[in-house]
């Protein structure tokens, strides 16, 4: 008996007729295709290799053929090595990075006496916080954002770097692009949803989100500015510690500059009061409370004399106080200072309260400072 469909030499009968596509392939694979050298293929049409000569044959298709070759070298595992990462996630690289280096092997307590590593008792734990690095900072000062990340882990703190994060619209805003800094402003709020609360190193970018932030947003701008904090006031306000509970010791005399932008701030400038709490740690004010630097953003490029005239008094009263280095929680502010530090000949280093802080507890490693 023969069965419907089949001849007698028990072969297909549609032997004979033209294959579509895709039939020689297994049931499970067929239309689906495969990825290969970045090229879908599918049964029926022309391979990556004639589909290469087919381009090159185009005018113009050599230089593009090339350009994929070389684009295909960049795809390598060994060369994806070489390329350099983001900057703005390099001081959370660089504290994950030492934080993964081996060292000699502890003695663990007991469970029931064991605590978290950094945790200090009496702080309130599990504070969901993100890091706003903002541009300068991460550009001019990475060290300052990686002691603001080991300082808030040790009080406790569980601190995220959301990798989206841009300018916060300051000098678009300054500048007179209200628009343009209401984009930027929107994304922030974006980027930085679902954190408990977000911290930042400079009191200028605090400034513009805790003050410009509800002109340009509305409510949603006021919500976000409210759980917005400079790394100080978030220490003092929030966490409620006493920089006297801390136990941090820092040896020599240190001149503070207070940012001009802190006026704009609810609890105003709290260096001093952080460093008051350091031990062997002479902190002097630089000059009049709230006295401008000259920097200002675009303020230094649209009025230069009467930045530079404000710069000099500032080293005027730098050379009077007779500091072993400078504490200044702003970068823009850090970068008029030691720029004009550098034009008159004073070898002084610049740091941030938060570096400070970290250097006396021994979070860091100290960075050699001038002796006077």
């Not at 009968?13 to 599918?42: E, F, K, N, S």
């Not at 300018?167 to 209401?182: T, V």
Request: proline fraction near 7%; glycine fraction near 14%; hydrophobic fraction near 35%.
């Amino acid at each position: 008996m023969v069965r419907p469909g089949r001849d007698r030499g028990g072969r297909g009968a549609a032997r004979d007729q033209p294959r579509r596509a895709g039939a020689a392939l297994p049931r499970h694979r067929r239309g689906r295709g495969r990825w290969r050298a970045g090229l879908r293929v599918r049964a029926g049409e022309a391979g990556p290799r004639r589909q290469a000569r087919d381009r090159a044959r185009e005018p113009g298709g050599r230089a593009l053929s090339g350009a994929a070759r070389h684009l295909h070298l960049l795809r390598r595992p060994g060369l994806r090595r070489l390329r350099r990462p983001p900057d703005r996630v390099r001081a959370l690289h660089l504290h994950q990075q030492a934080r993964r280096q081996p060292g000699p092997r502890r003695h663990r307590a007991p469970l029931e006496g064991r605590r978290r590593r950094g945790r200090r008792p009496g702080v309130e734990s599990h504070v969901k916080v993100a890091l706003f690095v903002t541009c300068l900072t991460d550009q001019f000062a990475p060290r300052a954002a990686e002691a603001t990340v080991r300082l808030l882990e040790h009080l406790g703190c569980e601190v995220a770097f959301p990798r989206g994060q841009t300018c916060c619209g300051q000098p678009l805003y300054n500048g007179g692009y209200h628009d343009e800094a209401r984009a930027l402003a929107r994304r922030m709020t974006k980027v930085f949803r679902g954190y408990d609360h977000v911290v930042t190193p400079s009191g200028s970018c605090a400034a513009t989100v805790r003050h410009r932030y509800p002109e340009l947003l509305g409510d949603g701008g006021a919500a976000f500015a409210s759980r917005t904090w400079e790394l100080g006031a978030f220490v003092t306000e929030v966490l409620g510690v006493d920089p006297a509970t801390l136990g941090a010791t820092w040896e020599g005399r240190v001149a503070v500059h207070g940012s001009c932008h802190y006026r704009d701030l609810p609890q105003g400038d709290t260096t001093l009061q952080l460093l008051s709490g350091v031990a062997g740690l002479d902190a002097v004010p630089l000059g009049p409370p709230g006295q401008c630097c000259g920097f200002g953003g675009t303020f230094a490029v649209k009025y230069p004399g009467v930045s530079g005239a404000l710069l000099a008094d500032k080293l005027a009263a730098l050379r009077a106080i007779e500091a072993s280095a400078v504490v200044c929680n702003d970068a823009g502010c850090t970068l008029q200072l030691a720029g004009g530090c550098h034009r008159a000949g004073i070898d002084m280093p610049f740091l941030h309260a938060a570096e400070v802080l970290a250097e006396g507890l021994g979070l860091m490693p100290r960075r050699p400072r001038v002796v006077t």
